[in-house]
């Protein structure tokens, strides 16, 4: 059974910094891909940043290129997040999540298992 467990949210001022970590278990990840993604009051669920295990390809959605980093650890099993420059429309609950191909990282549709999600909430 695959579990993910996603820590680090919190309340931040606007150009502040919060790193998100998400623990992976229950399976060996090296051929999966993770991601992170977001959902703010009132809107749709977003991709927000995505990594392949195996080799480190990282992706990010233009709206966080150049503030936000993914990275993984493999001893660890861990995935994170660590954001950067934050501003006061990054406030949302941040979801890791985990997918069995390593392709289409951008679409919620190619993950299959999430996290309970971590509020990440930025003051202007």
């Known amino acids: 059974q695959v579990q993910l467990v996603e820590s680090g949210g919190g309340l931040v001022q606007a150009g502040g910094s919060l790193r998100l970590s998400c623990a992976a278990s229950g399976r060996t990840f090296s051929s999966y891909g993770m991601g992170w993604f977001?959902?703010?009051?009132?809107?749709?669920r977003e991709f927000v940043s995505g990594i392949r295990w195996s080799d480190g390809t990282t992706y990010y959605a233009d709206s966080v290129k150049g503030r936000f980093t993914i990275s993984r650890d493999n001893a660890k099993n861990t995935v994170t997040l660590q954001m950067?420059?934050?501003?006061?429309?990054?406030?949302?609950?941040?979801?890791c999540a985990a997918a069995r191909s390593q392709y289409r990282l951008g679409s919620s549709a190619a993950y299959h298992y999430w996290g309970q999600g971590t509020q990440v909430t930025v003051s202007s």
């Open 84 to 95: 950067n420059s934050l501003r006061p429309e990054d406030t949302a609950v941040y979801y």
């Open 38 to 44: 977001r959902q703010a009051p009132g809107k749709e």
